[in-house]
């Protein structure tokens, strides 16, 4: 049954701290989104990739936020400094396809609190 | 100011009752998507609607996509406890080459 996997599952952290989330994406798909989910702002796009190449980051802040694919099992979100703003669920989902509207399969998320 | 509006925010029903939910916009999209968000799981896609005035069904599930293709529409028949979740829709806007999502549909099915 294959799955995107996010790690880690929850991270508390203390502002100005550095924040790395991971995402492997399901083996062969050629397509990677990063999303952030709160209460007030609902599910947002930060930025995607297709075939590890960066097609749109205008989501994400660009001072603190990066989003990059160091080879195709593997797509980080960093954050540095972090602040409170940046609490939320982070989600990675991935997809088979040349549009933003194939399918997109979800991880379970990273649930950042920045205290 | 969000592009898509979903209706109702919350929904609590008791089992065996039909209901609807909204999602409207005043953008045209090239099409659009319903998911359901069990809590700490990701967003699972429902179903895609393209063509304005589409129906799709799934079981007890039916999705409307509106004929000018700026709103949608979910409705269940006789709601089980299974389908307790967050319906959230999503569309394509035309030329943007992204999906947004909206607010979503907050829907408890009481035993």
């Known amino acids: 049954d294959a799955r995107v996997t996010q790690t880690p599952r929850h991270k508390v952290t203390e502002m100005g701290q550095e924040v790395t989330m991971r995402c492997q994406p399901i083996?062969?798909?050629?397509?990677v989104f990063w999303y952030r989910q709160t209460m007030m702002q609902g599910l947002e796009l930060l930025a995607y990739?297709?075939?590890?190449?960066?097609?749109?980051d205008s989501g994400m802040p660009k001072d603190r936020f990066s989003a990059e694919m160091p080879d195709a099992t593997l797509a980080t979100l960093k954050i540095q400094p972090s602040e409170p703003r940046d609490s939320a669920v982070y989600f990675c989902?991935?997809?088979?396809?040349?549009?933003?509207?194939?399918?997109?399969?979800f991880g379970p998320g990273t649930r950042l609190t920045v205290l | 100011t969000q592009l898509l509006e979903q209706s109702p925010q919350f929904l609590s029903i008791q089992e065996g009752e039909n209901l609807t939910v909204y999602c409207n916009s005043s953008?045209?999209?090239?099409?659009l998507q319903w998911y359901r968000q069990e809590p700490g799981e990701g967003p699972v896609l429902l179903v895609t609607?393209?063509?304005?005035?589409e129906v799709k069904k799934l079981k007890r599930l039916t999705f409307q996509f509106g004929d000018a293709r700026k709103d949608s529409s979910l409705h269940i028949t006789a709601a089980q406890p299974g389908d307790t979740g967050l319906y959230l829709c999503a569309g394509d806007i035309q030329g943007a080459q992204k999906l947004v999502f909206g607010q979503g549909t907050r829907l408890t099915i009481n035993p």
């Open positions: 990739f297709r075939n590890r190449a960066p097609l749109d």
């Open positions: 083996l062969g798909h050629n397509t």
């Open positions: 989902a991935s997809g088979l396809g040349t549009g933003v509207t194939d399918t997109q399969y």
């Open positions: 609607v393209v063509t304005g005035g």
């Open positions: 953008s045209v999209f090239s099409s």
